[in-house]
């Protein structure tokens, strides 16, 4: 008779470089001390959480992007390694690199934390709930993280309330930047802004424009946008002009109200790098009574999420549906209108207003608009890989980007 072995699954081990934070590791729920205990990691009131690819996944509603590493390609590497700076002394025990991205350090003082879980990241954390101890971190740091949080405020609370005493803190963060990042892209802030909220009742060692944030990028970005985001033959009839013919032309058109130019442009575009935004929105009837109810049964943590998945999803397919647009105007003059194998998508304002929730206070109605955006982006998906395939098999693809 053969006998059979089961073999179990291991349980996650605590990942080696957190085992010296074990004193000052906490519940994002609840503010109670959390603990290694049988694979996860247990908060004082019992509420668990798991441990995924060596990355303990600290976050108060955890959702598919806090679980699931992103591509490559659209993670921020922003350098190649994280070095403190100079100015940390030799006797600092833990430096917070907050927002990692995908780059990782050797210093064995760093703790890397993102809300994705990146390769380089240590934690999974967001800045607004941070898993650390009062006065317990000797050292922040933050590249260019704050413009992507919901909820920068409660981040800069946050980062006041783990400093020890004398702790230094280093960020910069977008000021006249476009529309970047992923999974999203909230908040920028002028130097003043900056000063005031992140520094305030800290005392104010420097600040300033740093190296990779001089007016010399934001005009390279925004003309590159500009550029590619126009149709081919226009975008070659600006590469011919003068810098002064580009002003008039710009001026003359912004002066007669027409937008002709910036009509070109894809919606996703116009969004991306609008000077200014707007927003219509309605009261639900019932407001206050539906809202309090929403929350006691529901949970404001939970609810948050839920909504932050919708927008980050929306903005998803916008990103998208210009990315189909672009490709598209490159390959179309190039492939027959009969061998052209996807339907063409509907205008972008009408797919967001398709899958617009129609009743903010009903989780359901939160879930059904995802579900909408969920397919919309699928059927992005497809237009966007036969037209990226069109484009490189065209002769639009030889000439490349017209700015390098």
């Known amino acids: 008779m053969n006998s059979v072995t089961t073999v179990r699954p291991s349980r996650p081990r605590q990942p080696a470089r957190l085992k ?4 000052i590791l906490m519940c994002p729920r609840t503010g109670g001390k959390l603990t290694y205990r049988k694979g996860t990691y247990v908060a004082e009131a019992g509420e668990q959480f798991e441990i995924v690819d060596g990355k303990p996944i600290l976050v108060r509603v955890v959702s598919q992007v806090n679980r699931t590493p992103p591509p490559k390609a659209i993670i921020s590497k922003n350098s190649a390694s994280f070095t403190p700076p100079d100015q940390v002394p030799e006797d600092a025990e833990i430096v917070l690199h907050l927002g990692c991205g995908d780059v990782p350090s050797d210093d064995p003082r760093v703790i890397s934390v993102d809300v994705l879980p990146t390769a380089a990241a240590d934690i999974v954390a967001e800045a607004e709930a941070l898993p ?40 910069n963060t977008a000021f006249m930047q476009g529309f970047h990042g992923y999974p999203s892209h909230y908040f920028n802030m002028t130097l003043q802004a900056a000063e005031r909220y992140f520094a305030d009742d800290f005392e104010l060692i420097g600040s300033g424009v740093p190296k990779s944030g001089s007016p010399a990028y934001m005009i390279r970005r925004v003309l590159r946008w500009f550029i590619h985001g126009l149709p081919p033959e ?10 002064r ?8 058109d912004i002066r007669s ?23 219509v929105a309605r009261k639900p009837a019932d407001y206050a009574a539906r809202k309090a109810s929403l929350l006691d049964s529901f949970g404001a943590d939970e609810f948050e999420a839920l909504k932050k998945s919708y927008y980050e999803k929306r903005q ?34 009408d797919a967001l207003d398709e899958a617009v929730c ?26 966007l890989r036969f037209w990226m395939r069109a484009y490189q098999a065209s002769p639009a693809a030889e000439s490349g980007n017209l700015l390098k």
Not at 234 to 243: C, E, H, N, V
Not at 257 to 279: E, H, N, Q
């Open 20 to 23: 010296r934070l074990a004193p």
């Open 132 to 171: 650390f101890a009062d006065e317990s971190i000797d050292c922040i740091c933050s590249d260019a993280v704050f413009e992507h949080i919901p909820d920068p405020f409660a981040a800069i609370a946050e980062c006041k309330r783990v400093l020890k005493p004398g702790g230094l803190w280093f960020t």
């Open 234 to 243: 226009q975008a070659s009839r600006f590469m011919d002009m003068t810098l």
């Open 245 to 252: 013919e580009v002003h008039d032309v710009i001026d003359a």
């Open 257 to 279: 109200g027409a937008d002709r130019i910036c009509a070109m442009l894809s919606d996703s575009d116009r969004r991306a790098f609008a000077a200014s935004v707007k927003v």
């Open 316 to 349: 998803s397919l916008i990103e998208r549906f210009g990315l189909v647009e672009m490709y598209r105007r490159r390959a179309e003059p190039h492939v027959p209108a009969q061998a052209v194998r996807v339907d063409a998508l509907p205008p972008l304002s």
């Open 358 to 383: 129609r009743d903010p206070l009903d989780p359901a109605s939160w879930r059904d608009s995802i579900a909408r955006l969920d397919h919309l982006h699928g059927e992005a998906g497809r237009n």
